[in-house]
């Protein structure tokens, strides 16, 4: 069967995921390793996520792995998907990210979110005070964030590097919020699709209804993240997709633990409320053969209109993470070197 081409640009967001037998050592380099191969086949971005207390993410420190990846691969755009605002000074974000842009030049993207991306407890441990933990707060941040870029607002403090080297901001959002802000500031916006697929439509409705143009956009662009499994078989990508699901359910239970092996996930014990919620969970996303992928990703694509799509892919090994992409390249996206 030949698969429908899916012809917008495609990108990557990647969490290190950390396997139960290995280390957050093993998953940097095997993140490192997909850099580099996503690069190779043409992908366009490469964004890791900042999450914390979280055993099966080693991601937590975007800036710095980014440094690591550009150092490792020389075209691919490189970004965060996103940074966590909440628990940062702006200061030090645009100094962070100022220096990734000073030292490689139109390649970097700061993507930010506004929720903490952990628990409350340790998000307090990463901001030292509850001050600036509340949403509201958020605008405020960015702001300032934005005005360490470009000194529009001249003040008795200048990031450096910062100033003059601004890298492109992304708003990230699972909800409205994030949407209608992205479209009031003529930002782009990427949507969690892959873990809030309810709201996917809704918000990117109030995106394009809000965007006004700016110095950054004349029209918007919306990037929907979507989790994608793609192997051989539709069975074979199920079966890869189990640790995810799992890990997944274990942390909304409050039990966060790493990655384990398929055959473990497909031993576990589910209840009926676990088996409904993994099932809910992977509802709209995309899991199977090739041709199963580019069926669901172009019914998604019909549905949300996105602009790009930034594909995440957890599974246990990572040369089946690593085929994942290939599978997708090759026969969903006809070949994305071009």
Not at 109 to 134: C, F, K
Request: with cysteine.
């Amino acid at each position: 069967m030949v698969c429908a081409v899916i012809d917008v640009p495609m990108s990557v967001l990647d969490l290190a995921p950390v396997a139960a037998t290995g280390s957050a050592g093993e998953a940097l380099r095997h993140t490192t390793e997909l850099a580099r191969r996503t690069e190779e086949l043409g992908y366009r971005r490469f964004w890791v996520a900042e999450h914390h207390n979280m055993p099966a993410i080693a991601s937590s420190a975007p800036a710095v792995l980014l440094a690591h990846l550009a150092a490792h691969t020389s075209t691919i755009r490189l970004g965060s998907g996103g940074v966590m605002l909440p628990n940062h000074a702006p200061l030090v974000v645009a100094e962070q990210f100022g220096t990734l842009e000073a030292l490689h030049p139109g390649r970097i993207d700061l993507g930010i979110g506004r929720a903490p991306g952990t628990d409350q407890v340790t998000a307090l441990a990463l901001r030292r005070t509850m001050e600036g933990l509340s949403a509201e707060h958020f605008p405020r941040e960015l702001a300032d964030l934005m005005n360490y870029f470009s000194g529009a607002e001249p003040g008795p403090i200048t990031a450096t590097p910062g100033r003059g080297q601004s890298p492109a901001v992304w708003l990230l959002g699972s909800s409205g919020f994030s949407a209608q802000l992205a479209g009031l500031l003529g930002l782009p916006f990427s949507f969690a699709h892959h873990f809030s697929a309810q709201n996917t439509l809704p918000a990117l409705q109030l995106y394009r209804q809000s965007f006004r143009p700016s110095q950054w956009l004349e029209r918007p662009y919306a990037m929907v993240a979507v989790n994608a499994v793609c192997a051989e078989t539709d069975e074979r990508a199920e079966w890869l997709a189990g640790p995810a699901g799992l890990s997944f359910l274990k942390l909304r239970s409050g039990r966060p633990e790493p990655l384990v092996t398929p055959e473990e996930a497909a031993a576990y014990p589910y209840s009926e409320l676990e088996r409904e919620f993994v099932a809910q969970r992977r509802e709209g996303q995309a899991t199977g053969s090739p041709e199963t992928v580019a069926r669901q990703l172009g019914a998604l694509l019909e549905r949300t209109g996105a602009d790009e799509l930034m594909l995440t892919t957890m599974v246990y090994d990572v040369a089946d993470r690593v085929r994942s992409f290939e599978l997708i390249a090759e026969r969903v996206a006809g070949g994305l070197r071009r």
